[in-house]
């Protein structure tokens, strides 16, 4: 079993900046995919960003070049650096873990861009 406990959401001006971090408790961290995944009132979830065990990352077009991924095994963390926020970036930021055909998911952290 894995925990997933997400923090750093908030409120944040456009042209903004917020870290998010996602700590894994539980089962082997290291061997998983994690990633970010977002909601917005009446949206689906969609996928943010991922990033694999050995480092590989991939970026939703909506944020390439402004979000940035990134793992610390050691910590049993990952992060989201957003940067260049925009009004349409408030949502709901969910981690997730996979491994193994299972997903893992947080209870969610609110990102609010609003001026």
């Known amino acids: 079993q894995v925990q997933l406990v997400e923090s750093g959401g908030g409120l944040v001006q456009p042209g903004g900046s917020l870290r998010l971090s996602c700590t894994a408790s539980?089962?082997?961290?290291?061997?998983?995919?994690m990633g970010w995944y977002r909601q917005a009132p009446g949206k689906q979830r969609e996928f943010v960003a991922v990033?694999?065990?050995?480092?590989?990352?991939n970026y939703a077009d909506s944020v390439k070049g402004r979000f940035t991924i990134s793992r610390d095994n050691a910590k049993n963390t990952v992060y989201l650096q957003m940067t260049s926020l925009k009004p349409e970036d408030t949502a709901v930021y969910y981690c997730?873990?996979?491994?193994?055909?299972?997903?893992?998911w947080g209870q969610g952290t609110q990102v609010t861009v609003s001026s």
């Open positions: 997730n873990f996979y491994r193994s055909g299972t997903n893992y």
């Open positions: 539980g089962s082997i961290f290291s061997s998983g995919v």
């Open positions: 990033v694999t065990s050995r480092g590989s990352t």
